[in-house]
């Protein structure tokens, strides 16, 4: 499966902005997915993910209450909604599915599939 993730930018603290991950090239509602982030000289961490029909959510500790995660399988479409950014908040973006239910969402190396990732630059 193919990800294309969108929506990053320049934003204001306190901004609300949405991002967007489109899957192509194989049966979306059959993959879990996850968003992690990635800031200058730091780790790639988790940030959310959702299981196959949107029972389960997982948020990390730093976005939760502030972040949403949500799904279209229709659209096959994922999205991260993310409300009172701050400076901390800036990093690429990126967006993994994984087909395996029984690993971890919390943890990069139990995604098979990444998309390219997208900005998102937070000024104060």
């Known amino acids: 499966v193919q990800l294309q993730a969108s929506g990053g930018g320049l934003v204001q603290a306190g901004g609300s902005p949405r991002l967007s991950c489109a899957a192509s090239?194989?049966?979306?509602?059959?993959?879990?997915m996850g968003w992690f982030r990635q800031a200058p000289g730091k780790e790639r961490e988790f940030v959310a993910a959702?299981?196959?029909?949107?029972?389960?959510?997982y948020y990390a500790d730093s976005v939760k209450g502030r972040f949403t995660i949500s799904r279209d399988n229709a659209e096959n479409t994922v999205y991260l909604r993310m409300n009172n950014l701050q400076p901390t908040d800036t990093a690429v973006y990126y967006c993994?599915?994984?087909?395996?239910?029984?690993?971890?969402?919390?943890?990069?190396?139990?995604?098979?599939?990444w998309g390219q990732g997208t900005q998102v630059t937070v000024s104060s």
């Open positions: 959702i299981s196959r029909s949107s029972g389960s959510l």
């Open positions: 090239g194989g049966t979306f509602s059959m993959y879990a």
């Open positions: 993994a599915a994984d087909r395996n239910l029984s690993r971890s969402r919390y943890q990069i190396r139990s995604y098979e599939y």
